[in-house]
């Protein structure tokens, strides 16, 4: 009795510290429609809003591995929608931070989806990898700044883009007038010691 009291202890003791170093201590969302990465940070304890996001966007059961599997057997079929990545940071032991990326598909009919490229390092295996589906994770994310629809990510993505690309076109205009008109007075010049 005795022993099996001190294998629970030392059970209780070392699994909040191994499920504490698993987690992430941050998420940053880029993709169409964002003037800024979405960053998301917090506590690595159940219910923390970094926590509820990497458990919507299937990071635990892509990472390590779950039974059962909630993974799908493979991508989705249709269009997914645009495509959005999320890096995460995983603090390991000894300093050590493991960048672990994920893509994001928000828009993807009918729940959002995500892609873990499996072979990615973290802590003493590679990650598990595989296509996730949820139904929670596109709300979170439109509350954190995503755009509610993929056409309206698409629309803030182009005027951005054709702000730009017509910033540049009226800098190389400006130059080429500036350009132009000083070659024409170089040419159109008098010379002063000229006779009249």
């Keep these: 009795m005795k022993r099996l009291l001190f294998l629970l202890a030392i059970a209780a003791l070392a699994l909040p510290a191994a499920a504490l170093a698993k987690g992430p201590s941050e998420a940053s969302i880029t993709g169409p429609g964002l003037g800024k990465a979405i960053t998301i940070v917090g506590a690595e304890e159940e219910g923390s809003p970094l926590m509820s996001f990497a458990e919507q966007a299937g990071f635990f059961p892509a990472a390590f591995g779950q039974q059962p599997d909630p993974m799908l057997?493979?991508?989705?079929?249709?269009?997914?929608?645009?495509?959005?990545?999320?890096?995460?940071k995983v603090p390991g032991g000894d300093n050590d931070m493991f960048q672990i990326r994920q893509d994001l598909y928000p828009y993807a009919n009918p729940s959002a989806v995500t892609y873990m490229p499996s072979g990615q390092d973290i802590f003493d295996s590679p990650t598990y990898g595989g296509w996730f589906e949820s139904p929670l994770l596109k709300d979170t994310l439109v509350a954190a700044?995503?755009?509610?629809?993929?056409?309206?990510?698409?629309?803030q993505s182009s005027s951005s883009a054709g702000f730009s690309a017509?910033?540049?076109l009226a800098v190389v205009i400006g130059i080429a007038l500036v350009v132009g008109s000083a070659a024409w007075f170089y040419a159109h010049r008098q010379p002063r010691d000229a006779p009249a």
């Design 73 to 88: 057997p493979g991508k989705p079929n249709g269009n997914l929608g645009p495509k959005y990545k999320i890096e995460y």
């Design 145 to 155: 700044g995503l755009p509610k629809t993929a056409v309206a990510a698409q629309a």
């Design 166 to 168: 017509t910033g540049w």
